[in-house]
T-cell receptor, first 111, second 112 residues
């Protein structure tokens, strides 16, 4: 079963714009992770945020976590055509590497 | 440093057959997990192997079984294939069962 919902399901923007994706989950967590997937290939880890953290940055990526609302957001700034992919959030309840994924957001960045 | 490798990349089976998928984890990783990803969906956790034993299992029937070898590589076996088993099967490895997962490119199974 899926952990939660991702919003929006699909997002289309112009190169240079910012893209924001949201993720909600249902249970308490140890950490939340974001992954990227190109065209049905393997997933690539982007960033991990722990339950005691509220915000984390990595390059053009900014992730926030609100455990009271059981939600997270991923912001990609100054998007590029190469950012076109599906983005998934995944929760780890007990820091054992068992990830529960959301349905994903498909991002299209138009050049 | 080789990442996670999976084989085969694509395969076609018919209903009722059995399939074995293989995975070699990233160097230094001792824990392997398997995920099933149906088209348009997020990956779903099948099970996780550590020290050659199944440590955690998701909501999958017993037709799905696995194995981990002393060199940490792993196999996923699916018996009595159903049409609904058609999916991308992803292997992921992790060190000490914590932190980020490293995924292989997947094995795409089509059941006819």
């Amino acid at each position: 079963s899926q952990q939660g919902e991702e919003d929006p399901q699909a997002l289309s923007i112009q190169e240079g714009e910012n893209a924001t994706m949201n993720c909600s989950y249902k249970t308490s967590i140890n950490n939340l992770q974001w992954y990227r997937q190109n065209s049905g290939r393997g997933l690539v880890h982007l960033i991990l945020i722990r339950s005691n953290e509220r915000e984390k940055h990595s390059g053009r990526l900014r992730v926030t976590l609100d455990t009271s609302k059981k939600s997270s957001s991923l912001l990609i700034t100054a998007s590029r055509a190469a950012d076109t992919a599906s983005y998934f959030c995944a929760t780890d309840e007990s820091n054992t590497g068992k990830l529960i994924f959301g349905q994903g957001t498909t991002l299209q960045v138009k050049p | 440093d080789a990442g996670v490798t999976q084989s085969p990349t694509h395969l076609i089976k018919t209903r009722g057959q059995q399939v074995t998928l293989r995975c070699s984890p990233k160097s230094g990783h001792d824990t392997v997990s398997w995920y099933q990803q149906a088209l348009g969906q997020g990956p779903q956790f099948i099970f996780q192997y550590y020290e050659e034993e199944e440590r955690q299992r998701g909501n999958f029937p017993d037709r799905f079984s696995g194995h981990q070898f002393p060199n940490y590589s792993s196999e996923l076996n699916v018996n009595a294939l159903l049409l609904g088993d058609s999916a991308l099967y992803l292997c992921a490895s992790i060190r000490d069962g914590r932190g980020e997962l490293f995924f292989g490119e997947g094995s795409r199974l089509t059941v006819l």
